[in-house]
């Protein structure tokens, strides 16, 4: 089964970039990468998802290098709401072996 | 408004006594799973189910039950056989039977076992 291995926290200022990776050297063939924003008491909430190469949406971009033994999250220009716990899960379509980071928790500063 | 809920948001038992967390959902949803997150880990999958009347262990299963009677309600009843049940339980849907589709979660119960 793919492990996952995120950075325990992050800081960073407003208006910079940030970029969160997640090691999965065991990943599977099958598997996908997703990634989630938690705010304290509250559940996740999905970001992006991708499979390999680079994904983007209106939020985020996801970096997934051609081995797919990590994938990285990149934030532009972060704000203050940005401040949460990220979590990268990696999984398959075929079955529910839901592999979840420990989560990264983002701090951003003014 | 459509959402998932989960109630109550705070839970206090007594140690030996079953609790049930409730978990709706009216996103018309056919997955429906139930996660436990404790300080510093990431989510632990205790159940899941598919379709109505059907649900599979997840990885921490023991100590934990669930039912699906209804498309729209996947309860959670913490045993007294579960060691340290002490957690934050989310519970999450999504739609189809793909599991690596979006999971939208509740706010979550935070169960307090003394």
């Known amino acids: 089964l793919a492990k996952t291995t995120q950075p325990i926290s992050m800081d960073s200022y407003e208006g910079q970039e940030v970029n969160i990776t997640c090691s999965h050297n065991n990943i599977a063939t099958n598997d996908y990468i997703t990634w989630y924003q938690q705010f304290p008491s509250q559940g996740p909430r999905f970001i992006i998802q991708g499979y390999k190469t680079k994904v983007t949406n209106e939020v985020a971009s996801l970096f997934i290098p051609a081995d797919r033994k990590s994938s990285t999250l990149s934030l532009p220009r972060v704000s203050l709401s940005d401040t949460a716990v990220y979590y990268c899960?990696?999984?398959?379509?075929?079955?529910?072996?839901?592999?979840w980071g420990a989560g990264t928790k983002l701090i951003i500063k003014p | 408004d459509g959402g998932i809920t989960q109630s109550p948001k705070y839970l206090f038992r007594k140690e030996g006594q079953n609790v049930t967390l409730s978990c709706e959902q009216n996103?018309?949803?056919?997955?429906m799973y139930w996660y436990r997150q404790d300080p510093g880990q990431g989510l632990r999958l205790i159940y899941y189910?598919?379709?109505?009347?059907?649900?599979q262990k997840g990885d921490i299963a023991e100590g934990y039950s669930v039912s699906r009677e209804k498309k729209e309600s996947f309860p959670l009843t913490v045993t007294s056989a579960q060691k340290n049940p002490t957690a934050f339980y989310l519970c999450a849907s999504s739609p189809g039977h793909n599991p690596m589709n979006e999971q939208y979660f509740g706010p979550g119960t935070r169960l307090t076992v003394t």
């Open positions: 996103l018309n949803h056919d997955a």
């Open positions: 899960l990696v999984g398959a379509d075929s079955n529910y072996q839901l592999i």
């Open positions: 189910s598919q379709i109505v009347n059907d649900f």
